[in-house]
């Protein structure tokens, strides 16, 4: 399939990159001439607007657009609205609020253009190992992109089938699943991340810990100098703990023990204060999610 991929940061880069070594056609558009360039060198075709995205596109067109969520999102995809025709895709891949979704659904459905919206995980690593996808939109719509999708997947892998799975939608277990209508997928993914961060917090506290056991206020026989980037380490095999993201944290400690090179924060971009907000809508106890921000 012929797409475009709006956005060449590092993440949209690398769904242009799988997608290219899966066979599909891409026009790359970046704000940064240097970043469509490279995508170019590697075999996609360049587009130097939207305008001629759109004319490098045969209809039906389809594209993915993976930019911060916001305002230059919400410009671009207004934007698409315009320039595309009745019948066109556009694919948010970054992480829009959902109801930002369900309002962009609406609108181009007016205009006769679908709408479909895609929580995407796997980070910079997902050109190797896939991206795990959460997928809102109509169902005629998701199934037509599936060949996108399944290309961008990262497969069953060497994962171990679920028991008592039959029946249910054979997709989740190649990673990537049609959560529901618009704005479900950003939906699932943005709960996604608030666990995330809320797994993140219970290994920082976890090693937090493990790292001050030295203290001066506890009695002698009781302290522990305790080495931290092994127990990361051994937590990674057969640990009921074990985890990506452990798998990650026993990397960093690995290079860097005290993690001087870390800064301890990040910046908050949203997901997490979005899912506290729909656990209040919902009356729902998040106490461990609260707690991560």
């Known amino acids: 399939m012929k797409l475009a991929v709006i956005g060449l940061g590092r993440m949209g880069a690398n769904i242009a990159r799988r997608l290219m070594r899966a066979g599909h056609e891409i026009v790359a558009f970046d704000l940064s001439a240097d970043a469509v360039a490279a995508l170019v060198k590697e075999g996609a075709h360049g587009a130097s607007s939207l305008d001629a995205l759109a004319e490098a596109l045969a209809p039906p067109r389809i594209a993915w657009v993976m930019l911060p969520a916001g305002r230059i999102t919400e410009e671009t995809i207004g934007k698409l609205g315009k320039i595309f025709a009745q019948d066109d895709i556009v694919i948010d891949g970054g992480n829009s609020y959902f109801k930002d979704d369900i309002r962009r659904a609406r609108t181009l459905r007016g205009r006769g253009l679908h709408y479909v919206d895609v929580g995407t995980s796997g980070g910079v690593w997902g050109l190797e190992r896939g991206f795990c996808m959460m997928i809102g939109g109509e169902t005629p719509i998701v199934d037509r992109l599936d060949p996108i999708l399944r290309a961008l997947a990262p497969g069953a892998g060497n994962a171990p089938k679920t028991p008592k799975r039959e029946g249910f939608d054979a997709r989740a277990e190649q990673g ?4 529901g209508p618009a704005g479900a997928g950003h939906f699932v993914k943005m709960v996604h991340n608030g666990i ?67 800064s301890g924060n990040v910046a908050d971009s949203g997901e997490g204060r979005w899912t506290i907000e729909a656990a209040i809508d919902e009356a729902v106890p998040a106490n461990v999610l609260s707690a991560a921000l």
């Open 196 to 262: 995330e961060y809320g797994l993140m917090q219970a290994y920082a506290e976890g090693f937090d810990i493990l790292r001050h056991r030295t203290s001066d206020a506890l009695p002698e026989d009781e302290r522990f100098t305790l080495n931290l980037p092994d127990i990361a380490e051994v937590w990674r095999r057969g640990s009921v703990i074990s985890s990506w993201l452990l798998d990650l944290t026993a990397a960093a400690l690995a290079e860097n023990p005290d993690l001087s090179h870390f």
């Open 176 to 179: 990537y699943i049609h959560a």
